[in-house]
């Protein structure tokens, strides 16, 4: 009958800490944009002979991989996924690195809560929660401001491109231009598609793999549009016209539903939050006076009945503000 309350208290804690992660998130968009062109992007798929082009282009061009990240992608689960999260950062983040930052975070905060009297059970499942949450959700933090800077620059970029079709470059050069001449994150993949281009690969082949990487539907959206126009033809420039205006109308449409939702996202995290900030701060300043919530099985039952309805509301709550355009 002990451990009854126990298991309650720990699998509430981890349902309400998941809840929240889940609901805060946010959906989605990159799952949505694919599933509405799938159906677009399966007309472009590559034949057999430019898959093997490509893989001998990726053969050529990948960077080697050290020891310790052979070693990390062991241990690690998913290392492609992971590598490729890592990538969409900028920052030049290895598998290795993430690996020790992950067992130095779980290990430290395990150890600390330890020493400070709390059960070993608890020590090692907020190790474990901080040591993985912790780093995901500091990739997560530079792709998105990463995606950020992009999605805001990316309408000028088109722009840019418009200008130099209707002045008579041909689209490979333009892109060479804009990859040059803008700053940031678009510059770069501009730079990283007609680099792809000048070593062989093909536009569509460059753009999709670009596409595929960063997960943005305004990426996607450029790189369809491009697609169908050397299929069917037509004045490129003036599509990418519109495609630009399309593109500022879904980024101010984002702000406007940003602003709205502001306060109750803000309310949302800090009714969800409180409760544990304040539980921290007086397990550190009295861990004794604590350690009756894993002592009482009365206190236990209630700990966890708190924290499911709180992590209910909390859900409810974020799902309310999160909105997929």
């Known amino acids: 009958m002990e451990l009854l309350p126990v298991l309650m208290l720990g699998g509430g804690t981890f349902l309400v800490l998941s809840l929240m992660v889940i609901a805060l998130s946010g959906p989605s968009t990159a799952r949505a944009s694919a599933r509405r062109l799938t ?31 052979l070693a990390a992608s062991r241990f690690l689960p998913n290392p492609a996924l992971l590598q490729k999260r890592l990538n969409m950062t900028g920052k030049g983040w290895s598998l290795s690195q993430y690996g020790m930052v992950t067992l130095g975070l779980i290990l430290i905060p395990g150890a600390l809560l330890y020493l400070k009297g709390a059960p070993i059970w ?19 933090f530079f792709i998105k401001r990463r995606i950020s800077k992009f999605t805001s620059k990316f309408p000028d970029a088109i722009d840019l491109l418009v200008r130099g079709l209707r002045s008579g470059l041909p689209i490979t050069e333009t892109m060479g231009v804009v990859g040059q001449e803008v700053a940031g994150p678009v510059g770069e993949e501009f730079r990283a598609v007609s680099d792809k281009m000048k070593i062989g690969r093909t536009l569509d082949a460059a753009l999709q793999e670009t596409a595929d990487r960063l997960g943005t539907p305004e990426f996607q959206f450029f790189t369809i549009t491009i697609a169908i126009q050397r299929e069917t033809g037509g004045n490129l420039a003036e ?87």
């Open 39 to 69: 159906g677009v992007r399966e007309r472009h798929a590559g034949t057999a002979g430019a898959v093997a082009m490509e893989a001998q282009i990726r053969r050529v061009t990948n960077k080697g991989t050290s020891g310790m990240d």
């Open 122 to 140: 608890l020590a090692l499942f907020l190790g474990l929660f901080v040591g993985v949450g912790l780093p995901h959700k500091v990739v997560s």
């Open 239 to 325: 599509t990418l016209a519109n495609l630009a205006e399309v593109l500022r109308k879904r980024a101010q449409m984002k702000l406007k539903i940003k602003a709205m939702s502001s306060e109750s996202k803000a309310s949302a995290l800090i009714v969800g939050s409180l409760p544990f900030i304040v539980f921290g701060l007086v397990w550190f300043i009295n861990n004794n006076y604590m350690l009756n919530f894993f002592k009482d099985e009365r206190l236990m039952v209630a700990g966890g009945g708190g924290l499911i309805w709180m992590s209910l509301g909390a859900f409810i709550m974020a799902k309310m503000v999160n909105f997929e355009i």
